[in-house]
């Protein structure tokens, strides 16, 4: 079959069989990955029209007991420079971040115990109180299902876990014994289970990575059905295990975000900093391709760049204010428009109705 075959056949299924996905991502050319990016923009713009949606990340700690092999703020990089903001230093992020129009707060970090349920909760009802009209993400890795709930009744309405890899051996090469995939899976169930908005999501071109795996992730989130998928190239980090690794392809980023938004027309979907760090004009081509939210950091100056996942990371330079303008011209250059809101998944608009 060819590939267009194939993807009219996802596009009007929206599954293919693992058979089907290994033939599509095999050998495809520079003109089935446009094929496919078309078609997801016009999906794209017959669900959201021109709208991206911003969402500020705000990277409130760099602490890790995690040793994830591809990540710059493992535990075991004693090179990385700590740090921690405080509650206060948060909340002024969210200060900055509303002024500058943003309607959701990504709250991202390391998997440091310092935050305890109780901590976190707190935190989350204070940004809940001042800012009610506002979305919450959360990204904060592996907890146990009381402390999902815990968050998820404190305010919280969304939560990034990527998979990183639906294939258990795959999985048990990118991450330490203590880490299973296993449990990785029980999380997103549970979050979705609790009524977060999942997201879950790969990087592109990890070690081990194969199109066996990466048939596996397509068809693990045509059946998860996350509200949100995050996809980008896999980018060394020079003091990690993998500090000698390739980067990930920007060709076949671009074509696996654009065969998901076929598969998932509403998904709520990021053009990645990683897309964006391995080229300058990355996140207009992610847009291009399907993608359909950004997300500017909102971390502030001093600590950014020590919250590197990989070498280089886009925009570690900027200010909140630099990192928000230069996206939104970025948008503005390929006829977006950037949507103050909350954004919500499509599935979760009825209950945030006021709020959008
Ligand atoms: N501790 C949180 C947040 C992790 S950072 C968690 O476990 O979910 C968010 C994402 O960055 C990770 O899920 C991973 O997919 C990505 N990431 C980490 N290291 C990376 C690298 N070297 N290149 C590209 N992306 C990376």
Not at 194 to 219: N, R, S
Not at 222 to 245: L, Q, R, S
Not at 249 to 278: C, H, K, N, Y
Request: net charge negative.
């Amino acid at each position: 079959m060819s590939k267009r075959e194939l993807i009219d056949i996802l596009n009007k299924e929206k599954m293919l069989s693992h058979e089907q996905w290994c033939e599509l991502l095999t050998d495809f050319s520079e003109e089935d990955r446009l094929f496919a990016g078309e078609l997801a923009l016009k999906i794209t713009e017959a669900n959201f029209g021109k709208n991206v949606f911003f969402r500020g990340i705000i990277e409130f700690s760099n602490i890790c007991k995690n040793d994830c092999y591809y990540c710059g703020i493992r535990r075991s990089n004693k090179e990385a420079q700590r740090y921690r903001l405080s509650e206060e230093e948060i909340l002024l992020c969210c200060r900055e971040g509303y002024r500058l129009g943003y309607r959701t707060f990504v709250l991202q970090s390391g998997e440091d115990n310092y935050w305890t349920d109780d901590r976190i909760t707190t935190l989350i009802g204070c940004i809940k109180a001042e800012y009610p009209d506002c979305a919450i993400t959360l990204s904060i890795g592996e907890r146990s299902r009381e402390s999902y709930e815990a968050m998820f009744n404190a305010g919280a309405d969304r939560y990034l876990l990527r998979h990183e890899t639906a294939d258990k051996d795959h999985y048990a090469r990118l991450h330490p014994e203590a880490m299973s995939f296993e449990n990785r899976m029980l999380c997103l169930n549970d979050l979705k289970e609790i009524g977060f908005q999942t997201g879950c999501g790969i990087m592109v071109g990890t070690p081990y990575q194969t199109i066996e795996t990466l048939a596996k992730d397509m068809e693990f989130m045509g059946e998860f059905k996350p509200e949100m998928v995050g996809i980008g190239p896999f980018i060394p980090h020079k003091d990690t295990p993998f500090a000698n690794c390739e980067t990930g392809d920007r060709e076949l980023t671009l074509f696996l975000l654009s065969l998901t938004r076929i598969m998932l027309p509403e998904v709520l979907l990021p053009s990645t900093t990683a897309l964006g760090t391995v080229a300058s004009d990355g996140r207009i081509q992610g847009v291009l391709a399907g993608c359909n939210v950004v997300m500017p950091n909102l971390s502030p100056q001093n600590v950014r760049k020590s919250y590197m996942l990989y070498d280089n990371k886009a925009g570690s330079e900027l200010s909140a204010q630099e990192s928000l303008r230069l996206l939104q011209k970025q948008m503005e250059s390929i006829g977006k428009t950037i949507v103050i809101g909350r954004g919500d998944h499509i599935r979760y608009k009825g209950k945030c109705e006021e709020n959008d």
